[in-house]
């Protein structure tokens, strides 16, 4: 059996990212195992720019960012295994792998990270109603099929959800020649990120129709119209709001699930909130060894902050194999009024260095609100924010000397 | 062409049919108008195999159900397709409707069930640990089964094919006329003349029996809408679950599938539209509500699709299964097959076998006969030494194209070139399960597009989802495949 110090599952920017910084911080062979034929992961069909601008400062496509780490990995001499899958992992931390060139084999990992990333909510799960058609698909992949194989799918597009793949696509697909004729989103704000909204949108004359949704699907063979109508504050349909969009293409933008296949089936606890694994501010999972960063913890908007989450997770890894963590038990994160979630769930202070990072997202719309750090349920800490949206996480630097005492800490907000 | 016997339809009772003459030195046959078979209703239905307490004794739908249940296990083995004998529950929530059980238990009785059981509402908590605990009695049946009824469908089409049976994809019957002895059917494309007519046109066998015959019946499509859960929930329900049934049919059922999702549905609902098999927001959220009474904690966040079927309702509320001999000699109607349809097609179709035997009077077995149907390989059910060798003989078991199913490339050209091979992301789907899991194609979708691309040797762009001009590729982007040249 090959034996690895730090097994990657995933070499997109979570899973390079975290190998990276694992070498780096003394791990001595780091391996990444890959699914798709080369490195990358889903940044290679992000073809638009707007990636890097903190990490490099500069501003880069999603293929560039991958290639810089592509290149470092390289540099560092760690081996990416390629059309590779990791079809299951154990509690001591056995990767059973299958690949074409080498069959199916079992490998021994000192800590595994897992950075399999993320998939997309279907119409499937969101039981739209109508016909099935061909003609639909999730926005991501439309873009597979428009940025990386070159095939147009569909002349006239409808777009539910303003998640932001969905928004880059409005205009990927008007630069390829379509019309793109509306954005329908439930909410009474967009999932995206305000940039993605007027450079995609507002820059192309696109409607953006909130409180809206497709409540109807037309067509046989392909489709041939879909029905959005107004929601109230439920979101449930307004009858009498229909209106019927001819379109031969409906991209569905509504929402990213980690995927915990490989988690779930190890037994690793997960969290109903983020849908990923409950991760500790080493990063790492229920099971001792095995951590998760990236879009498999919680879904992110911006790459860079993938990035800064993975080298942490590495560095956390690397320290794990190095038998130099901290396992004194330490206190959960909670999200009070108005946040979804936290990221990390747990925190154990004897392993947090300076700083701890928080992620996080709000449930709705703020403007000029109060947002209260609790230590043991007293406020420590007030930061006032102008403008708090679901679509853009949040990020929360807490000293040290702040909470190395504590059994609880949460965030609120008071609007 | 000339064929001894012509089979119009390709879902369940025309692939069993198939399957069942295969067997004889006679030459076969089968009319398609989809582009794939099993692509009516016997892709959308419930699965079930029932144990036969429904029916009214005495009809053909009691006969053919007790009969076809037992050919289940048999069958299912010598196809090599899966099927689990996981056994029914009719839940009862109040004295009236366990009347009813009682009732239903001495029709089963009648119709020659003979394991059939009340259980008390705390057995049925101890089977059933999640369902509602109001439940008061419930009637159980261990002989139901479930199947994966397009699954069935294609491996006895498939069977019928390795046997010699001729398979006419996308080929419509427009007119059928008495020609001598014998009857000359015509589609758009052909001509096909034949001494023996099955027709087995679902919710158009009553169009198919009239081109002939004066009208006899009529088929009032009748629709049932279902959502399918991911595979996460797969213990929350262990039997097939009904409610009790009522005019409108069997009610909705809450069951595991073969594949372990669970399965929930159908409504029932007259339309016109014969292809109307669009979801509704009134009937979803009618199958969801009725369901919660079954399932309270039903998981509404683990839907991973929902779909709908239209069911041949005949008016005479029975089969129609028939030989007119005397009107239209070797002219046979096996029509009005709404459920237990797919319980009893493996019975009927014997029945119909005899039929076409004795209007044949002497006909040869085949020396060749292939019993049973090759297996699917089923890769991620295989030992890693079993993967291992599979791998070194053909490395593309070693790709896996579908994350959620598990299913590698090899796995999907060998549904592309099997008999009644997959032409449609859908038919692949239905083979081999790539975009049926939670992500319902979207990593997969691409990679299947090329594979079969690559395979049928047709562009990129031809290839369809699934039925009619259902292609998913409008061209190439005005760049082309060269994504170097673009921004």
Not at chain 1, 18 to 39: M, P, Q, T, Y
Not at chain 1, 243 to 258: A, I
Not at chain 2, 56 to 71: C, D, E, Y
Not at chain 2, 380 to 405: F, K, M, T, W
Request: net charge negative; glycine share 8%; proline share 5%.
């Amino acid at each position: 059996m090959n034996e690895y110090d730090v097994i990657c599952i995933g070499a997109g920017p979570a899973g390079m990212a975290a190998a990276l910084s694992a070498k780096e911080c003394g791990a001595r062979n780091v391996l990444v195992i890959e699914r798709d034929h080369e490195a990358g992961g889903i940044l290679q069909q992000c073809i638009h720019n707007g990636f890097g601008l903190r990490i490099f400062k500069e501003d880069l496509t999603g293929p560039e960012y991958a290639q810089r780490f592509i290149d470092q990995i390289q540099m560092a001499g760690i081996d990416i295994m390629t059309d590779t899958m990791v079809l299951e992992i154990s509690e001591d931390k056995k990767l059973h792998i299958l690949s074409p060139q080498n069959g199916y084999r079992i490998l021994q990992a000192g800590a595994v990270i897992l950075s399999m990333g993320c998939r997309e909510r279907t119409r499937g799960a969101l039981a739209i109603p109508g016909t099935r058609p061909a003609g639909i698909l999730t926005a991501g992949a439309a873009q597979r099929l428009v940025n990386m194989e070159g095939y147009m799918v569909g002349k006239r597009v409808v777009i539910l959800g303003s998640g932001d793949i969905g928004l880059i696509m409005a205009r990927r697909l008007t630069l390829e020649g379509a019309k793109v004729l509306a954005v329908a989103e439930i909410m009474p704000f967009s999932g995206g990120l305000t940039r993605n909204i007027v450079q995609c949108l507002h820059d192309y004359d696109i409607p953006l129709l909130l409180r809206h949704t497709v409540t109807d699907i037309r067509g046989k063979d392909r489709l041939e119209s879909v029905v959005i109508s107004e929601v109230d504050t439920c979101a449930c349909q307004i009858p009498g709001t229909e209106k019927e969009y001819l379109c031969d293409t409906l991209l569905l933008s509504v929402g990213l699930l980690p995927e915990i296949e490989l988690p779930y089936a190890a037994g690793i606890s997960l969290d109903p909130r983020t849908r990923g694994p409950l991760v500790n501010e080493s990063m790492e999972t229920s099971i001792p060894g095995i951590f998760a960063c990236g879009n498999v913890a919680h879904v992110h908007d911006l790459v860079d902050f993938v990035t800064l989450e993975s080298r942490k997770a590495g560095r956390y890894a690397a320290r794990y194999v190095q038998g130099l963590s901290d396992d004194q038990p330490g206190f959960p994160t909670l999200a009070g009024d108005g946040i979804a979630y936290i990221v990390p769930q747990q925190i154990r202070p004897g392993n947090c260095d300076d700083t701890l990072e928080l992620y996080f997202r709000v449930k709705q719309v703020y403007e000029r609100c109060d947002l209260h750090l609790r230590i043991d349920d007293k406020i420590v800490k007030t930061y006032h924010k102008e403008h708090l949206v679901p679509g853009e996480m949040q990020n929360l630097r807490i000293p040290h000397k702040l909470f190395c005492g504590a059994r609880s800490l949460s965030l609120d907000i008071e609007s | 062409m000339k064929y001894d016997i012509v089979i119009i339809g390709a879902g369940i009772s025309g692939a069993a049919i198939a399957s069942a003459l295969s067997r004889y030195a006679r030459s076969i046959c089968v009319l398609e108008k989809s582009n794939d078979v099993s692509n009516g209703a016997s892709k959308a239905n419930s699965g079930i195999v029932h144990a036969g307490y429904d029916a009214r004794p005495g009809t053909l739908m009691a006969h053919f159900n007790i009969l076809g249940n037992r050919l289940y296990p048999e069958l299912c083995r010598r196809l090599h397709v899966p099927y689990t004998q996981r056994g029914s529950l009719v839940l009862a929530f109040d004295d009236r409707e366990c009347k009813t059980l009682l009732e239903l238990k001495q029709r089963g009785k009648e119709n020659g069930i003979k394991d059939l059981r009340i259980l008390t509402g705390e057995e049925v908590l101890e089977r059933e640990p999640k369902i509602n605990p109001e439940v008061k009695c419930a009637l159980y049946a261990p002989d139901a089964g479930i199947v994966s009824p397009y699954e069935l469908t294609i491996a006895l089409m498939e069977h019928a094919m390795d046997n010699g049976v001729d398979l006419f994809t996308e080929t419509e019957v427009l007119d059928i006329k008495k020609d001598g002895k014998g009857y000359v059917i015509r589609s758009e494309k052909d001509e096909f003349h034949t001494a023996c007519v099955i027709n087995c046109a679902g919710v158009y066998a009553d169009n198919i029996h009239n081109m002939l015959l004066p009208p006899a019946f009529s088929i009032r499509p009748r629709r049932g809408e279902y959502f399918l859960l991911d595979k996460y929930v797969a213990d929350i329900v262990n039997h097939v679950i009904f409610q009790c049934p009522s005019e409108a049919g069997k009610g909705v059922l809450i069951a595991p599938t073969v594949h372990n999702n669970v399965i929930v549905g159908p409504n029932a609902e007259q339309i016109s539209d014969r292809e109307g098999v669009e979801t509704t927001l009134q009937g979803l959220s009618e199958v969801w509500q009725t369901a919660l009474k079954t399932l309270p904690q039903l998981p509404k966040e683990q839907i991973i699709t929902t779909f709908s079927g239209v069911r041949a309702e005949p008016d005479s509320h029975d089969f129609i299964i028939k030989h007119y001999e005397k009107e239209a000699p070797g002219f046979i109607d096996v029509a009005g097959i709404k459920s237990p349809g797919l319980t009893a097609a493996p019975a009927f179709a014997n029945y119909v076998k005899e039929m076409v035997l004795e209007y044949f009077i002497t006909t040869d077995e085949k020396k060749n006969y292939q019993h049973e149907r090759r297996p699917h390989l089923s890769f991620h059910e295989r030992s890693p030494e079993e993967r291992n060798a599979l791998v070194r003989q053909d490395p593309r078991y070693g790709r896996i194209i579908c994350r959620c199913e598990g299913v590698t490339e090899a796995e999907i050209v060998d549904v592309i070139h099997r008999n009644a091979g997959a032409r449609t992301l859908d038919g692949v789907k239905r083979r081999v399960r790539c975009g049926g899991g939670r992500c319902q194609g979207g990593f997969c979708g691409p990679r299947i597009i090329e594979i079969l691309s690559r395979e049928l040797n047709i562009p990129a762009e031809q290839i369809r989802k699934d039925s009619g001009d259902s292609r998913i590729i409008t061209g190439e982007t005005p760049k082309g495949k060269s994504a170097d040249e673009r921004i």
